[in-house]
């Protein structure tokens, strides 16, 4: 048996963070929990940041009503951590505090990625509510955007400033959107349907440098080309939020290494969890469903409780009213199936790995399952819009 | 709140659909006096919950029913179709049933108020 875990200290009360609070009392865990967070908000799910609030929502989902926090929680809000002391087994605040721990889980997320070129402070970045609602004002009696960065939060954000009515670009560097986590042919049903709502896509574009204020922004682009737009956001991907780990000696590659349940590869007094966390031999994810599933799987491993069957990973993101879902590793696949015109399933030796589909949810739920079964498949007739995929698992 | 019982129920019967409309695996979304209602048939019997999910704002009726559980489409929260009992995370709160049965061939299900 390990040693009894009476206090538990989170850094980080983002999604993950509160989520894994959330659990671990769900698990019965009548402990301490306290949990440490640089924003000045309780815990709330991101995905509206680009989309929701941007189109007029006054506030983005919280994990709980907020007086489940007062109750039975030590939220401290506005706080940072500033270091970690593995011997101790402390951790120290801004103001000096310092707070003990039996075991520490970290759920930092990740920062916005820099532009490698000159880049003014007046261009937006989206990774908290704070600059969701900024970019929401700055938007009223704004003409025009330029978006860089082609990804999903890039083109959410393209989204949502187009149907709002500004004249939109996005520029993305590599030789197509969504080019780290969507498959190509579902990045081609994206690409069309901000062609058909009237959204300037480039891709291949070489930013040189942007400039500008409140008041504007150039973008100069390398051959001299120059665009200019009255706001400008950047949503180029993240970094995941290591400093505190690696000042610790934990190891960290992309990402604080875990194992299975979440625990640092070096300390199992130490958790990390959500988008900081890289999990061997798997990697990191940034999705809402990671944040949730790893936040419960590192609660149970803390709390010593088996663990429960790993689902598939997936994520969403809501479009023009549209919402295109990604499940497993469809970019590993070495046959597309495509199933009607905006859903694809994607094979390996026979056997699907991945899917992709705008819309067609219920399609997606089954699939989703029959890549968690490995499942070989019948393409002839998976490829048949009308038949249940259920029944094209080949025998 | 269960099917049986309704007899004690104050409401009024609303006919909302064809009995033989609602399939297996098909959940059927209606409404009702204005209500988004879902309708589910689970080993014969049909059922009827509010279509919206708990959690955030997504129609059930376009997730997938398997046995008496409905997934929500949008994060996979499921609930028990006959008790409305939220069964998985994200979702928190239970979602309302109501009584159904079935006269002439017709889905009817009992609307408050
Ligand atoms: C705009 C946007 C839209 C998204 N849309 C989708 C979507 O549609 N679908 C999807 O699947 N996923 C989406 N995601 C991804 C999803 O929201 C993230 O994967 C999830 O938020 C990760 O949770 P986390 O807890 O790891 O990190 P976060 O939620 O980012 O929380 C980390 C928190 O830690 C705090 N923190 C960091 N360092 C410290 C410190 N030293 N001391 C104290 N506090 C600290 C930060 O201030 C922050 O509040 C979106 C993300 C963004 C930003
Ligand atoms: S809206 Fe149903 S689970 Fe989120």
Redesign the interface.
Known sequence: MREAIRRVLIVGAGHSGG?HAL?LRELGFVGSITLVGHEAHAPYERPSLSKGILQGEERP?PL?EPWRWAEAFDLRLSTLATAIDRVAREVTLCDGRRLPYDALVLATGGRPRSLSVPCAAAVHRLSTLDEARELRGRMVGARSVIVIGGGVIGLEVAASLRAAGLSTTVLEAGPRLLGRNVPPDAAEWIAALHAQEGVAIRTGVAIRAVEGDEGGVTVRLEGGEVLEADLAVLGIGILPRTELAEAAGLPCRDGVLVDAGYASIDDPHVFAIGDVASREGVGRQET??HA?GSA?AAARALLGLPPEPADVPWF?SDQFGR?LRVAGAPMTADTVVPRGAAFSLHLRYGRIVGAAGLDS??D???ARRLIAAEARLDAGRAAEPGT?LRKAVAA | MESQGWENQAGTWRRVVDAAEILEDEPLAVEADGRKIALYRVDGDVHATDNVCTHAYALLSDGLLEGCQIECPLHNARFDVRTGRALSSPAERDLRTYPVRVVDGGVEILLPG
């Open positions: 989520a659990a989902l709980a809402w469903f949730g419960r969403w919402t949810p219920r997606f739920a089954i249940d």
